[in-house]
């Protein structure tokens, strides 16, 4: 399989290989540690320890690096997004990546517990913000704009002027 063009490198001061384990163990399934370099005596990072790891998550592969503090974090310019198939895998997902410090924001987005910042979206909201009815999906969007973790029946509701 040809390697992947595009891949996301993320900086950790020295939890790359933490974050990968803790990411793969969130997201399960077909996600996977791919592969780890380690710094060598001519590189700045202590030798043999984990340089970079690459992980995949749901078929996309990313990379971490344990970069050392250069006073760099993650904000929320950047971030994953997710697209759920249910509210269940919603809730799950939003409890497994707020856990152990993580903090929850406004409209489906969140941070983890590293500072990384992540949506996390149900299928459906396409569907509810695509839909055929204006005055729905202004209804749909306000009720969006007051949630943390979103709420497929809620904003169904609001779509539909309940």
Do not use: H
């Not at 384990?21 to 380690?38: M, W």
């Not at 509210?87 to 939003?94: H, M, T, Y």
Request: aromatic letters at 10%.
């Amino acid at each position: 399989m040809p390697a992947q063009k595009i891949t996301t490198f993320l900086w950790f001061d020295d939890q790359a290989e933490e974050a990968a384990k803790y990411y793969v163990s969130v997201f399960g399934g077909d996600s996977r540690i791919v592969d780890s370099t380690r710094y060598t005596d001519a590189a700045p990072g202590r030798t043999g320890s984990v340089m970079t790891i690459t992980f995949e998550l749901a078929g996309q592969q990313y990379t971490a690096l344990n970069g050392g503090p250069q006073n760099w974090s993650f904000n929320e310019a950047i971030s994953l997004a997710v697209t759920c198939e249910d509210q269940d895998e919603v809730d799950e997902l939003w409890a497994r990546l707020t856990a152990d410090g993580g903090e929850e924001g406004p409209c489906g987005w969140l941070k983890d517990k590293y500072g990384l910042s992540w949506q996390i979206v149900p299928r459906q909201m396409q569907e509810i913000l695509s839909g055929g009815d204006p005055a729905g999906v202004d209804r749909a969007v306000k009720a969006m704009m007051g949630m943390g973790k979103l709420d497929v029946a809620a904003l169904r509701e609001a779509y539909e002027g309940k």
